[in-house]
């Protein structure tokens, strides 16, 4: 059979390019990433080691929690610093010091978007934050610097400028075409080779140009702007497909990064998660110039994900 050869691919939306390289695949590595486990009797994020005084929510209590939302005692932006203003947090998935995201059961990953959710109303209720990233950091290569599994709430007053173009990019597609064009893309992904999964409340696919290798996007069918709008079903559709991919993952031995957005100002956004492994590392043509090399095509990514899933 004919390797097949390299092609540029843009970004649905943004004006972003991908050469997806088949061949490059097989280029030679001698590097291979480890994740050593070991507990530290002084881990922050430990039971014993908890200062309530931090804590902001507690599920379903803070003496029995399974999940926890604390003050980040080191932030970036905080409320009481205008010049830099805004708002973080740690989420503690589990007691658990030595388990992952993708060890925990169904009902956990519920908990976990809907502690995303509860903070997310929360903090918006701030008129000053504009914007809200939930997002987690697994493992070193993704920016994990402690073990025991958490993610991370951010926001500030700030919208990030790729933000700002994709609203101004998505309000262009609607004046043009009369649609959303997320809605658009779900109605072609749902069809398409890259499409991993989908029930009748949420559709996972690789996108079609992939960024990171077995990058995976996980949308609600319904158009929604935000997390706290999902409903308790659609709340376990997108867990119960995220702790699948997680798990697919984990069996790579890889590092990821997954992210959600909200502008809270922008309520014709559509939300969705992102999950990025971070198995390829960008480089000189990457930092240089922008434009990304992933040797592995997202058909074949959603082709591993649909034979792990069946498992």
Not at 59 to 75: Q, T
Not at 120 to 132: A, C, G, L, P, R
Not at 158 to 186: H, M, S
Request: proline content about 5%; charged content about 25%.
């Amino acid at each position: 059979m004919a390797e097949k050869k390299a092609e540029i691919r843009k970004d649905y939306i943004l004006n972003r390019y991908v050469i997806i390289t088949p061949g490059r695949a097989k280029r030679p590595r001698d590097i291979r990433e480890e994740t050593m486990f070991a507990k530290n009797d002084n881990c922050p994020f430990c039971p014993e080691n908890i200062d309530k005084k931090n804590v902001l929510d507690a599920s379903p209590n803070l003496k029995d929690w399974n999940i926890l939302s604390l003050k980040n005692i080191f932030p970036a932006v905080s409320q009481d610093n205008p010049s830099s203003y805004g708002t973080q947090e740690v989420i503690i998935e589990t007691p658990d010091h030595y388990k992952e995201l993708a060890d925990l059961p169904i009902k956990n990953l519920v908990n976990l978007l809907t502690m995303y959710a509860n903070r997310t109303k929360e903090i918006s209720q701030d008129k000053k934050i504009n914007y809200v990233l939930c997002f987690k950091n697994q493992g070193s290569k993704a920016g994990a610097s402690i073990q025991h599994t958490h993610s991370q709430i951010f926001a500030t007053e700030i919208t990030p400028p790729d933000l700002q173009i994709e609203a101004a990019l998505v309000k262009y597609y609607r004046d043009e075409n009369g649609t959303c064009p997320y809605c658009d893309v779900i109605e072609k992904e749902i069809k398409s080779r890259r499409k991993i999964f989908d029930d009748k409340n949420v559709v996972a696919f690789a996108p079609f140009a992939s960024e990171y290798h077995y990058e995976a996007w996980i949308f609600p069918k319904r158009h929604l702007d935000n997390i706290t709008l999902l409903t308790d079903v659609e709340m376990r559709s997108m867990a119960k497909i995220l702790k699948k991919i997680l798990t697919a993952i984990k069996s790579l031995g890889l590092s990821y990064n997954f992210f959600l957005h909200n502008v809270v100002s922008d309520l014709t956004q559509h939300f969705y998660l992102k999950i990025q492994p971070r198995d390829s590392v960008w480089a000189g043509v990457e930092l240089g110039s922008g434009i990304i090399i992933n040797s592995l095509a997202p058909e074949e990514a959603a082709k591993f994900y649909r034979r792990f899933i069946k498992q």
